[in-house]
Each structure stands twice: as structure tokens, then as C-alpha cells.
């Protein structure tokens, strides 16, 4: 059974430091990996999908890349700045059509 | 712009009587699903359609149903909800289950 894990589950940081956000998932057998953003309160936003073929893939400050063999995947979002702040949901997709969400890592970017 | 809907935003029930939540789009996706997500938790999946097949995931109680009439609309029924279901109801689509998008979500309490 396909497990995903998000640590820290919370980070704050001052404004124009790098985040670093970790996914971890126990079956490598996975077709893409796509991270989300979320407000409090909303929906989730498409933020990157990567496929199990590609190593990163990038959109303006954020950078995801995927390691499939060790379980991986990690968000880089450049300069940080205090509308990031929000919880970001990794999610494995493997075979059907279904996807298998890590526990989310809320973070806060503080002026 | 082509989007994910889901009404209403808010829906107040009372505890047992049944309720209805909406989800269209206007992506033309084939498949659709229902998620609910209780707060600080991750989006477990209730169930999805592909094209016109209904799946159903194993843990989902019979509580749940769910309609879809054609391509651009799915309901989520839940027959007797009680104080356990209040959680925010997520709808998303994809395009024969690649990436994911989400709508706006649906909060639901139950009183």
C-alpha cells in the first residue's frame, strides 16, 4: 500500500528565504507525482506535475524535482514571500486513477 | 475560463437529513471524483467516475452516493448525514486521470 509523507508538517520562515519542502513515498511503481497548494478554507491548486520519467520540472520561482528510485520528491520556492504562505499537499498517482496524498506541510512566511 | 464549480459553497444540514452537493466543469474531462477532506487531514477519495463507470473506494460508507447525468456534472448524495460528516467536499477532474484539478470545495456542517 503506497504511503506519502510530508515533513516537517510545519515551517515558518522570514521573507526572500528559500522553502524546502520534502514528499517521501514508499512504492517507487508510480506513473506522476503532482504538488498542490492550499489555502485555508479552498480547493486545491495544481502547483507541478512531474512524470515518473522526468527528473524536475519547473513553473516562475518554484523548482520540484523526483528521485523515483529512492521515494522522493522535493518543492524549492525561491525568495519566499508572505502570499506563500498556505499548506502544500504532495500526491503520488500509481496505477488507476487514483491519487495518494501526503499529510501536507503548512507553511508561513513572516515579513 | 475553463473551470472546476462546485455548489454551494457552504451547505448548513441538519443532523439525518439528506443533502446534495454539486460539482461541474467545463474542462471536458472525462473523469471526475469526490474527496472529503476533515481539517488538518489530507483529501481521501470517496469515489470517481470514469467516462459513465462508477468506483467506488472500499472504505467509503454506504452513506455516500453519487450521480453523474452526463460529461460536465456530478452530485455527491449523502443520505443521512451525521455530526462525523462535516468536512469540506472536494470535486476534481482530470483528462483520462492525468493531472488533477480541483474546484473550490464545499464546507459542510451538520447540525
Known amino acids: 500500500k503506497q504511503e506519502v509523507t510530508q515533513i516537517p508538517a510545519a515551517l515558518s520562515v522570514p521573507e526572500g528565504e528559500n522553502l524546502v519542502l520534502n514528499c517521501s513515498f514508499t512504492?517507487?511503481?508510480?506513473?506522476?507525482l503532482q504538488w498542490f497548494r492550499q489555502d485555508p478554507g479552498k480547493g486545491l491548486t495544481s502547483l507541478l506535475l512531474i512524470q515518473s520519467s522526468q527528473r524536475e520540472q519547473t513553473s516562475g520561482r518554484l523548482n520540484a524535482s523526483l528521485d523515483k528510485s529512492s521515494g522522493r520528491s522535493t518543492l524549492y520556492i525561491a525568495a519566499s514571500q508572505p502570499g506563500d504562505s498556505a499548506t502544500y499537499l504532495c500526491?503520488?498517482?500509481?496505477?488507476?486513477?487514483?491519487?495518494?496524498f501526503g499529510g501536507g506541510t503548512r507553511v508561513l512566511v513572516k515579513p | 475560463d475553463a473551470m472546476v464549480i462546485q455548489n454551494p459553497r457552504y451547505q448548513v444540514t441538519q443532523f439525518g437529513k439528506p443533502v446534495t452537493l454539486s460539482c461541474s466543469q467545463t474542462l471536458n474531462h472525462n473523469v471526475m471524483y469526490w474527496y472529503q477532506q476533515k481539517s488538518s487531514q489530507a483529501p481521501k477519495l470517496l469515489f470517481h467516475y470514469y467516462d459513465k463507470d462508477f468506483n467506488n473506494e472500499a472504505d467509503t460508507p454506504d452513506n455516500f452516493q453519487s450521480r453523474r447525468p452526463n460529461t460536465s456534472f456530478c452530485f455527491l448524495d449523502i443520505r443521512s448525514p451525521g455530526l462525523g460528516d462535516a468536512a469540506m467536499y472536494l470535486c476534481?477532474?482530470?483528462?483520462?486521470?492525468?493531472?488533477?484539478?480541483f474546484g473550490p470545495g464545499t464546507r459542510l456542517t451538520v447540525t
Open positions: 476534481a477532474t482530470s483528462l483520462d486521470g492525468y493531472e488533477q484539478y
Open positions: 512504492d517507487s511503481a508510480i506513473y506522476n
Open positions: 500526491a503520488v498517482k500509481a496505477a488507476g486513477n487514483k491519487l495518494t
